[in-house]
């Protein structure tokens, strides 16, 4: 029997083999390829994580887990497949994919918890569009952020690791920083701000004294993007004498891919080094079975608030 409901997973991409890694930043520069220079660093990037990025691997896993919640909760009712931002398989090919099955209703879930038109409203309008040229229904879902399991996934992860560092350490919760452009009227910077303080609570921070909000890994363009820049707040922090560590939660990537296995632990690290301040950060939440089970339940809810159950 043909599912009733597709769902494709989103996620960024990332390139397969050190070849493939001009191709990639070409598409993300929409074509343009990158300057020499350019492509250099990003290269030298990956290769100070052995080459490549894991973030495929970890995907895929994330995918699977995601796969096998949905088939708990409804035996047979759902084909999953991936869809990729920068990287085959593209999100245009798990909606071929699903379309070829014969399934015509999709459910879009991507793998980042907050919604920013110029990310998660990417994703889920370049996945609309193939859906409809298929003939077929779409329903996206925008933010999961509120996600309670997620939501006390990263509390608990802030608690522990809190745990090996100094009594005055500061946790800075971090997403990637994007252009002001396109951030006026965008709900995400209010719906990072609402996390962290969501999972601060659970997590029995002191207000403010005891966490905050920084931006990471911004685009290496003449335009201004959002911050403060983790690197600057890490040398504010410790200017300020009141801290004797750091512990950066980047809340808002859900795996170890390039800007956490990086510009946080290599880059970030070795400026709280350079400054005297403890460091570390927190894991992400990769397959966490609770996790990947909750974004079941979403994927079931908005399946039968859309398509009926
Ligand atoms: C919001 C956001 C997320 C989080 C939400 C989501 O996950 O979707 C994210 C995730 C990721 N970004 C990634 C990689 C890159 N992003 C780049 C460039 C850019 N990212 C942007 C935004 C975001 N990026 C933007 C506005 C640009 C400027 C170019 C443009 O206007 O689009 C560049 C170019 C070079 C550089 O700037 O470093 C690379 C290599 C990887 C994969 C890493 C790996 O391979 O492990 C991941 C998970
Ligand atoms: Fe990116």
Do not use: N
């Not at 290496?220 to 040398?235: M, S």
């Amino acid at each position: 029997m043909t599912p009733a409901v597709g769902v494709v997973v989103m996620a960024y991409g990332t390139p397969a083999r050190p070849e493939d890694i001009e191709g990639y930043y070409t598409h993300i520069r929409r074509g343009r390829p990158p300057e020499p220079e350019q492509l250099a660093d990003l290269t030298r990037r990956y290769q100070a994580l052995g080459g490549t990025s894991s973030l495929a691997r970890r995907t895929a896993d994330q995918v699977a887990a995601i796969a096998a919640a949905l088939e708990e909760r409804a035996p047979g009712r759902f084909a999953v497949a991936l869809g990729q931002k920068h990287a085959a398989p593209f999100v245009e090919d798990g909606a071929a994919a699903l379309a070829e099955q014969g399934v015509g209703d999709v459910v879009g879930l991507v793998l980042a918890p907050h919604f920013s038109g110029f990310s998660v409203g990417v994703y889920q309008g370049r996945l609309a569009e193939a859906v409809a040229g298929h003939g077929g229904r779409h329903a996206g879902i925008e933010s999961w952020a509120d996600e309670p399991a997620w939501l006390d996934f990263t509390a608990t992860a802030v608690t522990d690791a809190l745990a090996d560092l100094p009594e005055a350490t500061k946790v800075l919760f971090t997403a990637h920083s994007l252009p002001e452009r396109v951030l006026v009227e965008d709900p995400y910077p209010r719906l990072l701000a609402d996390s962290a303080r969501a999972v601060a609570r659970r997590a029995g921070l002191a207000p403010w004294a005891g966490w905050g909000l920084a931006w990471q890994s911004a685009g290496r363009t003449p335009e201004p993007w959002r911050g403060p820049d983790i690197l600057q707040v890490l040398r504010d922090l410790a200017d300020t004498g009141r801290a004797d560590g750091v512990l950066v939660c980047p809340q808002g990537f859900v795996t170890d891919h390039l800007e956490v296995g990086y510009d946080l632990d290599i880059e970030a690290r070795g400026v709280a080094d350079e400054v005297g301040l403890a460091f570390a950060r927190t894991r992400t939440v990769d397959a966490d079975p609770a996790v990947m089970g909750a974004l079941a339940d979403r994927v079931v809810a908005t399946a039968d608030a859309a398509f009926g159950p």
